[in-house]
């Protein structure tokens, strides 16, 4: 089992900037990747940004230029800066992690989720 405790969240104005943090604890082994996802009121839950074994990072379009995610692999935590906030960033922000199982198989494992509320 992994266990995922998020931090950061909050209200901030249109402009403004927040920085998520994700520490995780448990079995480490075998993680495949680390990563944010976000979920609006009424829409499903959405990739944001991801950063898997080697450092590789996939970013929604939305998050491209303003958001950067990075991950302490000593620490085990994954941190999204997130810059130029925008109204339509507002949702609730979950950190994830992927982690394989078998050749075949991986657990994703979800964090309680932190919200953000960008508002003037």
């Known amino acids: 089992q992994v266990q995922l405790v998020e931090s950061g969240g909050g209200l901030v104005q249109p402009g403004g900037s927040l920085r998520l943090s994700c520490a995780a604890s448990?079995?480490?082994?075998?993680?495949?990747?680390m990563g944010w996802y976000r979920q609006a009121p009424g829409k499903q839950r959405e990739l944001v940004a991801r950063?898997?074994?080697?450092?590789?990072?996939n970013y929604a379009d939305s998050a491209k230029g303003r958001f950067t995610i990075s991950r302490d692999n000593a620490r085990n935590t994954v941190s999204l800066q997130m810059n130029s906030l925008k109204p339509e960033d507002t949702a609730v922000y979950y950190c994830?992690?992927?982690?394989?199982?078998?050749?075949?198989?991986?657990?994703?494992?979800w964090g309680q989720g932190t919200q953000v509320t960008v508002s003037s």
């Open positions: 994830n992690v992927e982690r394989r199982i078998s050749p075949a198989a991986k657990a994703n494992y």
């Open positions: 448990g079995i480490m082994s075998s993680i495949d990747a």
């Open positions: 950063i898997i074994s080697g450092g590789i990072t």
